[in-house]
């Protein structure tokens, strides 16, 4: 499939907002679905649907197939080396969720660290300050250099023998940035250290390979990757989780249940408590098969292309502050401030024009301090955007700024 | 394109109170309130500062950062609810309210036109995502009243 077909797949692009065509730049915050992903729900609910691991009836069978079949789609995907490490989840919120409250409260104690930056997405942030306040553990922050992105030196330097855990995003959700994760998994591994990786704005976009980056954990979820909202996926070495507490009790994720104590399934099992996201799984296997038709590297190459385009465009615009690193070394978004309009009112003239963009905080409100601003606009593509979508938005832009200058 | 309809939301007596805000500053008097509110899903803050005496609220400062909407309602309100009785602010806030749903107001209950400038805000009604924008500044009102209270 060449990309100008790619476009054609996804009919709620097809439609038309307050009298303009839809131009939709906000695939950062959830990307939209091709036909093969809302058929594969449907399918799945009109023919299939069924409770899972349980029923000896055929459609039973059939949900449990369509299930994991769905996890070993995601095991090949990322190249996990077996099903047991790739766990279901509800997104990547969840996921860091799991990692924290069950192998951070088992591993952590008072005095150890756990390394971050100051681009991580509030979800990458919480769930470690929370297991930190519980065990005495200390957060540690590298620094942030003025374009958006960190240095190995600083990780060397910050990674010691106290360290437990690095968490890290793999592409910073406002800057673009698309941090060293190999090099870093190598460093904190040399202190003994995991690494958790957010790989929410990564894996939809570029060929992720765990093993080779050599990650502990790694995070993503479907919504953002041309899946459906509600299920995600946290990966985890095997060794790891196998030592790991659930967290979530109940059925399906249980081995014997006695009056008094439990045991839980194998693995991935026992993190899969309650009858799971089964649709969910549905549609993000078709979701990856999509993905894999267009092939993740030219998917990959063809965002580069727009981004590039973008900043360029953009650039020649007055008064225009783009954040983050160079076109060369960025993944798909920009994030910006138009001088004399507030994001906010830009977010709402773009609308007026069919133009969706988001403007706020981005769930990322320690790296807005960083940025010293209080909200910024962002323009994020994926595999159906094209150089059109960029020239909508940049005579948006010019509109917005004249119509903001005129009512000052 | 063009941008018609965005002229009921950024009426020109709204741009007016985003470029020269009324109120816009703090209250030197060491009997005055302060209330500090943010719209958490944008960043937006307000740092209202009032002094109530006898019910009646005898001024009203803010600071704060945000979009035009949420600067421009914070000076409008400051300015309508100033030499107000405590109880009238509140009913303007609930008007407010009801303004911003979108709902219609019974003129013969209530005069509109003592909102002043506050009326320039009815179109917000229609930017269903704009609406937290505008009620901010009431917001941190009703909190301060109460807090005084």
Sequence with gaps: MNMAEVRKQFPILEQEVNGHPLVYLDSAATSQKPQVVIDAINDYYERNNSNVHRGVHTLGSRATEDYEGARDKVREFINASSIKEVVFVRGTTTAINLVASSYGRQNLSEGDEIVLTKMEHHSNIIPWQQVAKETGAKLKYLPLYEDGTISLDDVREAVTDRTKIVAVTHVSNVLGTINPIKEMAKIAHEHGAVIAVDGA???????????????????????????????????????????????????????????????????????????????????????????????????????HDVVQYAMEKMNEIDGMTIYGPDAQERAGLVTFNLAGVHPHDLATALDSLGIAVRAGHHCAQPLMRELEVAATARASFYLYNDKKDVDHLVEGLKKAKEYFGDVF | MSFNNLDTLYRQVIMDHYKNPRNRGTIEDEGSITVEMNNPTCGDRIDLQMKVEDGIVQDAKFEGEGCS????????????????????????????????LGK????????????????????????????????LAWKAMEKGVDEEQ
């Design chain 2, 104 to 135: 219609d107001i019974d003129e013969k209950e209530f005069n509109l036109d003592d909102m002043g400038d506050v009326q320039a805000l009815q179109g917000v009604a229609k930017f269903p995502a704009r609406i937290k924008c505008a009620t």
């Design chain 1, 201 to 303: 704005q990564s894996v939809p976009h570029m060929k992720v390979d765990v093993q080779d980056l050599d990650v502990d954990f790694y995070a993503f979820s479907g919504h953002k990757m041309i899946g459906p909202t509600g299920i995600g996926v946290l990966y985890g070495k095997q060794s790891l989780l196998e030592n790991m507490e659930p967290v979530e009790f109940g059925g399906e994720m249980i081995d014997f249940v006695h009056l008094y104590e439990s045991t839980w399934k194998e693995l991935p099992w026992k993190f899969e408590g309650g009858t799971p996201i089964i649709a969910g799984a549905v549609g993000l296997a078709a979701a990856i098969d999509f993905l894999n038709d267009v092939g993740l590297d030219e998917i990959e190459k063809h965002e």
């Design chain 2, 69 to 100: 909407i949420s600067m421009a309602s914070a000076s409008m309100m400051t300015q309508t609810v100033t030499g107000k009785p405590v109880e009238d602010a509140l009913k303007m806030s609930e008007i407010f309210s009801e303004m911003m």
